[in-house]
């Protein structure tokens, strides 16, 4: 069993920039890959951005360019930095951990997530 833990969700108005911290309770090199998924109010979750165990980043289209995935393998912590934030952006943030077993078989694990709000 694995825990995630977020934080650094706020209100921050149109505009701003907050930056989310997901850390692991065991090493994040023993999965295949770390990310970010957001969700809001009434609609799915969502992902936002994901970082493999080689560094290898991908985003969501909504979020390119503005959104930042990084990790740092010591401190088993995963960031998200967030500028140019826009009240789209409002939502829960939620970090995973995937592990990859097979084509078909993998296993996830998330945080209890963190809520940004976005104000225009």
């Known amino acids: 069993q694995v825990q995630l833990v977020e934080s650094g969700g706020d209100l921050v108005q149109a505009g701003g920039s907050l930056r989310l911290s997901c850390v692991a309770s065991?090493?994040?090199?023993?999965?295949?890959?770390m990310g970010w998924y957001r969700q809001a109010p009434g609609k799915q979750r969502e992902l936002v951005a994901t970082?493999?165990?080689?560094?290898?980043?991908n985003y969501a289209d909504s979020v390119k360019g503005r959104f930042t995935i990084s990790k740092n393998n010591a401190w088993n912590t995963v960031y998200l930095q967030m500028n140019s934030l826009k009240p789209d952006d409002t939502a829960v943030y939620y970090c995973?951990?995937?592990?990859?077993?097979?084509?078909?078989?993998?296993?996830?694990?998330w945080g209890q997530g963190t809520r940004v709000t976005v104000s225009s």
């Open positions: 970082i493999t165990i080689g560094d290898s980043k």
């Open positions: 995973n951990a995937k592990s990859v077993y097979s084509d078909y078989v993998t296993e996830d694990y």
């Open positions: 065991r090493s994040i090199l023993s999965f295949n890959a």
